[in-house]
């Protein structure tokens, strides 16, 4: 009888710790889930206005967290929205937010099109 309890309580203890470890390893990624949700949503209600005439005023901070750009033409716009040289033709210039959060990185694309 005393083995049959033995076997009993090893496989309850066994299965306890699991329980623990799944907890632990599900908890990190549902914040890492919401995390991401939250920087997404964030940044697709990010609204830039661009009149096509001048700068192109870039935030550099959304809420707590710090944004990133990346010009696919720097020699056009700058990472900092800065007009760095008109083209010769009307150019679609595309700037690509990055935010980096705990666990997660989320990116938005705008394209801007700068008159020659």
Do not use: C
Request: hydrophobic content about 40%; glycine content about 4%; cysteine-free.
């Amino acid at each position: 009888m005393r083995k049959k309890q033995k076997r009993i309580l090893i496989i309850a203890l066994i299965i306890l710790i699991f329980g623990i470890v799944a907890t632990l390893i599900t908890i990190p990624l549902v914040k890492n889930n919401n995390e991401k949700r939250t920087l997404k949503d964030k940044l697709e209600n990010l609204e830039i206005p661009y009149t096509g005439e001048s700068d192109i005023s870039l935030p550099i901070t959304l809420d707590e967290y710090v944004i990133t750009w990346e010009s696919s033409h720097p020699d056009i716009v700058s990472e900092l929205g800065k007009i760095i040289s008109y083209p010769n033709s009307d150019t679609t210039v595309k700037l690509k937010a990055t935010i980096i959060g705990s666990r997660t990185k989320v990116e938005r694309i705008f394209y801007f099109l700068i008159k020659k």
